[in-house]
């Protein structure tokens, strides 16, 4: 278990074990012309994958046959980072000098925002990450690419409110945030209060708009609050694995905590989404 404060720790050797080569591995494959056995190969992955050359990393990745965990989880970061949605460290910034939280959130989805990955397209990369993710065996890996893959879907979603001022703001996803921050979210009348801005691309829920993250049905189809809280459930259930659950109420595991619990209507989510992230 891993706790919240030791988050960026863990982090760092994540990216340290799945993202960059050993110094003497790369100097010991500079004179090879091609690397053979999967140590080699996996070694030959993450200096290309440390150079930016993501469709090099790929091809390596490809020939492993054994470190099967390491070639699910760090196939997926490259398949992200290729599609220019995500790298290990956007999450380092957002961080900052923390454990993350109401800021990261908003670093995320306007970086996501200002890159345009706001695609179907981009969803299923997303999501075939986190289903990918099941068939690590190690659980603590498995939890951290299922945690990671939920967070950068939910910013992802978030990032399709953004406004042209490139900032997501509380209007960005109700049209009157004073009135819906007072919303008892019950009758007609207070749940009109967290309708939606006529700007906004996140739409309203319309039927059997998502599925739980580990299957691809709808996910291709509009974004919405609907997904934005389905996405932060996946989260929030692989938080509890990878954090101590004495520490799943602070950082951005709060954030999730508290998506995860919205309520039933569109009004709930709403509101507990500007809530939830501070959204001014």
């Known amino acids: 278990m891993k706790t919240l404060p030791q988050f960026k720790k863990y982090l760092s050797f994540v990216l340290a074990t799945t993202a960059l080569i050993n110094l003497s591995a790369c100097n010991m494959l500079a004179f090879m012309d091609k690397p053979s056995g999967d140590v080699q190969l996996l070694d030959a992955a993450r200096s290309c994958l440390d150079k930016g050359d993501y469709s090099c990393a790929l091809e390596y990745y490809q020939q492993l046959s054994g470190f099967v965990d390491e070639k699910i989880s760090e196939t997926s970061l490259t398949n992200l980072a290729n599609s220019n949605i995500f790298k290990m460290s956007d999450l380092i910034e957002s961080l900052g000098s923390g454990t993350g ?3 990261s959130f908003s670093f995320l989805a306007e970086t996501l925002a200002t890159r345009g990955k706001t695609s179907s397209a981009d969803r299923l990369t997303i999501q075939k990450a986190y289903a990918d993710a099941a068939n690590i065996q190690d659980s ?12 950068i879907m939910t910013n992802h979603l978030l990032a399709s409110a953004v406004g042209a001022d490139g900032k997501l703001t509380a209007s960005d996803i109700v049209s009157s945030p004073t009135a819906c921050n007072t919303s008892t979210c019950v009758g007609a009348g207070e749940i009109a209060k967290c309708e939606k801005p006529s700007s906004s691309s996140l739409l309203d829920k319309l039927g059997s708009d998502a599925g739980i993250l580990g299957t691809a049905s709808n996910w291709d189809t509009d974004p919405s609050i609907e997904k934005v809280i389905q996405a932060a459930i996946a989260a929030n259930d692989a938080s509890t694995i990878l954090f101590s659950s004495g520490n799943t109420s602070t950082g951005l595991g709060d954030v999730f905590n508290t998506l995860s619990n919205a309520g039933a209507n569109d009004c709930f989510k709403r509101r507990a989404i500007i809530s939830a992230l501070s959204l001014q």
Request: charged share 5%.
């Open 101 to 103: 939280g109401t800021s």
């Open 140 to 151: 603590t890996l498995k939890s951290y690419m299922q945690f990671i893959s939920a967070l």
